[in-house]
């Protein structure tokens, strides 16, 4: 059974910084690439970064490039997410998420592509 634990949310004021943390087991973690995802009341689960089973390739979205780090310790079956510089468009529940990459047609981006998630962790940052 996968198994994806979130932890390390909370709440922050603007400019605080949060590392997020995700414990993965049931699956053969190196196998897979791990994602961060986010969503806001109201709004569709959005895309924050991903890296592959290596850490070698990593992407983040737009919106946070250079304030957000994602890495991963495969002896940790681990993967975090180091936030800093945060700004209050960045409250929402955070996610992660895992998936092995298709060998045709894949895409980071797409939730439908992941099969496994976490439970999620609150992030909330004030003004």
């Known amino acids: 059974q996968v198994q994806l634990v979130e932890s390390g949310g909370g709440l922050v004021q603007a400019g605080d910084s949060l590392r997020l943390s995700c414990a993965a087991s049931?699956?053969?973690?190196?196998?897979?690439?791990m994602g961060w995802f986010r969503q806001a009341p109201g709004k569709e689960r959005e895309f924050v970064a991903v890296i592959n089973w290596s850490g070698a390739s990593l992407y983040y979205t737009d919106s946070v490039k250079g304030r957000f780090t994602i890495s991963r310790d495969n002896a940790k079956n681990t993967v975090y997410l180091q936030m800093n510089g945060l700004k209050p468009e960045d409250t929402a529940v955070y996610y992660c998420?895992?998936?092995?990459?298709?060998?045709?047609?894949?895409?980071?981006?797409?939730?439908?592509?992941?099969?496994?998630w976490g439970q999620g962790t609150q992030v909330t940052v004030s003004s």
């Open positions: 998420a895992a998936k092995v990459p298709r060998l045709v047609g894949d895409s980071v981006y797409d939730v439908r592509q992941y099969p496994y």
């Open positions: 049931g699956l053969t973690f190196k196998s897979y690439s």
